[in-house]
């Protein structure tokens, strides 16, 4: 069995699951489904939860049938945030290549709060409230239920790309690794998908079209939402079993079941003195990753 070679690991909120999905229908590629398998991230122990993946094995299993394929991978974004995920994927395949995409942190920040409320992760339904309650629940205070991304409550940590930049490039060279901005992503989404092609030793497959991915979403019925993306523990299994199928099924047969069971319902933007208030706070990282990216993101202030 072939082993993944190739890893998209965030950060959230920017546009990794488009980008997998696109490279996911070139020819010379094999994509893990589901995309994210949060196997790699041992300090975020519980995300293991989410799809059954404890061991290699159970690893591994999500890549039967690569052989042949140039580039095999996968797209847990929370691997840029974890402190051992990309250091355990060299010492798995130390040739492994490693794709970051970034974005706004305050935009990241508020993206994930709402990704985390929506899978029901998440019961502090204001963000600026969510924001204030971090440091409670980094001691384990006021964690929601049977959340399984705890470490994504820490929404700061989530977006603060400077300490990840930094242990990335001590751990992977740079023929290794491609970082992308969002925003250069949704205003040449082309550009941005050759060039990863390129990067991943792929020939052109001249695509031209990149249909939106992703867009925000609500589940229409609260009960329903809840009974699929956090069950009670009795049927646990079952729900596990049944989103399986959902992430390995076709393309129109999940955008039919999305459009069924959801509806598109953009979130109302952060008031301005919030919004202020989070550029502030992430200036520093922000000045960090120009320095390493040794661009300007004069957007982002």
């Given at each position: 069995m072939s082993r993944p070679n190739f890893f998209i690991i965030g950060a959230p909120k920017s546009g990794t699951t488009a980008l997998a999905h696109y490279l996911s229908e070139h020819p010379e590629v094999f994509f893990a489904k589901p995309k994210e398998l949060f196997f790699w991230s041992s300090d975020h122990p519980q995300a293991r939860n989410r799809h059954n993946v404890f061991t290699l094995e159970d690893y591994l299993r999500y890549f039967r049938g690569s052989e042949g394929y140039v580039a095999i991978g996968e797209g847990s974004t929370n691997y840029l945030q974890s402190h051992n995920a990309v250091k355990n994927i060299i010492e798995f395949n130390s040739d492994s290549k490693f794709i970051v995409l970034l974005r706004n942190p305050v935009d990241v920040a508020y993206g994930m709060h709402g990704e985390l409320l929506r899978h029901y992760f998440e019961d502090v339904v204001d963000f600026k409230t969510a924001w204030d309650l971090q440091s409670q629940r980094a001691q384990g205070e006021k964690v929601p239920h049977q959340c399984v991304m705890v470490n994504q409550l820490q929404y700061k940590d989530v977006a603060s790309y400077g300490v990840q930049l930094e242990r990335l490039f001590d751990l992977v060279p740079e023929s290794q690794?491609?970082?992308?901005?969002?925003?250069?992503?949704?205003?040449?989404?082309?550009?941005?998908?050759?060039?990863?092609c390129q990067f991943l030793e792929l020939e052109s497959n001249g695509r031209s079209e990149f249909p939106r991915m992703n867009a925000a979403r609500q589940?229409?019925?609260?009960?329903?939402?809840?009974?699929?993306?956090?069950?009670?523990?009795?049927?646990?299994?079952?729900?596990?079993?049944?989103?399986?199928?959902?992430?390995?099924?076709?393309?129109?047969?999940?955008d039919w079941l999305a459009h069924s069971l959801s509806k598109r319902e953009p979130r109302a933007p952060l008031s301005e003195d919030f919004r202020d208030q989070l550029r502030k706070t992430f200036r520093p990282d922000i000045e960090q990753v120009e320095q390493l990216l040794k661009i300007k993101l004069d957007t982002w202030y």
């Open positions: 690794r491609k970082v992308f901005l969002f925003e250069d992503f949704c205003g040449n989404t082309k550009s941005v998908y050759d060039a990863t589940y229409r019925s609260r009960i329903l939402g809840r009974l699929y993306q956090n069950p009670p523990q009795l049927i646990e299994p079952l729900m596990k079993r049944i989103r399986h199928v959902y992430a390995n099924a076709s393309i129109p047969m999940r």
